[in-house]
């Protein structure tokens, strides 16, 4: 993440509310030690349980950002708000500074989301699908995949 040689690590929490991403910088040292960056959360409401998480060069800068989406799970859902996309901006690509931004607002969460270039514009695409069909989803239960364009390059 900070662009050192070395291997970070990037978590996400799940299966709560008010989850939250971290990266952990790696020391470098033959036995690392990690500390952990939490990244900002600006978005209104408190955050579900995010259930995917992806790194990708979605801004095309040349740094890894972060990506992840609530799921659909009514008993842990965000609170004041439906499910939402979220990709946090490496702003100075050595992880000092994240911006988080919410890519898609449109009450549909995620799973197990995958990136890949899908329609072969040469950029990481975003496509995820349900959960678990149930009727108090935010969508009222309907199944969906997901894909998300990235316009961003």
Same mark, same amino acid.
């Given at each position: 993440?900070? +662009?050192?040689?070395? +291997?970070?690590?990037?978590?996400?929490?799940?299966? *709560?509310?008010?989850?939250?991403?971290?990266?952990?910088?790696?020391?470098?040292?033959? $036995? !690392?030690?990690? +500390?952990?960056?939490?990244l !900002?959360?600006?978005?209104? #409401?408190?955050?579900?349980? /995010? &259930?995917s998480?992806?790194l990708?060069? /979605?801004?095309?800068?040349?740094?890894?950002? =972060?990506?992840?989406?609530? *799921?659909?799970?009514?008993? =842990?859902?965000?609170?004041?708000? #439906? !499910?939402?996309?979220?990709?946090?901006?490496?702003?100075? #690509? @050595?992880?000092? %500074?994240? %911006?988080?931004?919410?890519? /898609?607002?449109?009450?549909? #969460?995620? &799973?197990?989301?995958?990136?890949g270039?899908?329609?072969g514009?040469?950029? !990481?695409?975003?496509? $995820? @699908?349900?959960? @678990?069909?149930?009727?108090?989803?935010?969508?009222?239960? +309907?199944?969906?995949? $997901?894909?998300? %364009?990235?316009?961003?390059i």
């Amino acid at each position: 993440m900070d +662009k050192d040689g070395d +291997k970070d690590i990037v978590i996400a929490d799940s299966d *709560q509310t008010a989850c939250r991403i971290a990266w952990l910088e790696n020391d470098g040292l033959d $036995s !690392p030690t990690f +500390k952990a960056h939490y990244l !900002p959360v600006t978005a209104p #409401g408190t955050n579900g349980s /995010f &259930h995917s998480l992806a790194l990708a060069d /979605f801004d095309g800068d040349g740094d890894m950002d =972060i990506f992840t989406v609530e *799921q659909e799970d009514p008993t =842990i859902f965000p609170e004041g708000r #439906g !499910p939402r996309w979220y990709i946090w901006e490496n702003m100075d #690509g @050595k992880g000092g %500074e994240f %911006e988080e931004r919410v890519i /898609f607002d449109g009450n549909l #969460g995620g &799973h197990d989301a995958l990136i890949g270039d899908i329609d072969g514009d040469g950029d !990481p695409d975003i496509v $995820s @699908k349900i959960w @678990k069909r149930w009727p108090g989803n935010a969508n009222g239960g +309907k199944e969906h995949v $997901s894909w998300l %364009e990235n316009l961003a390059i």
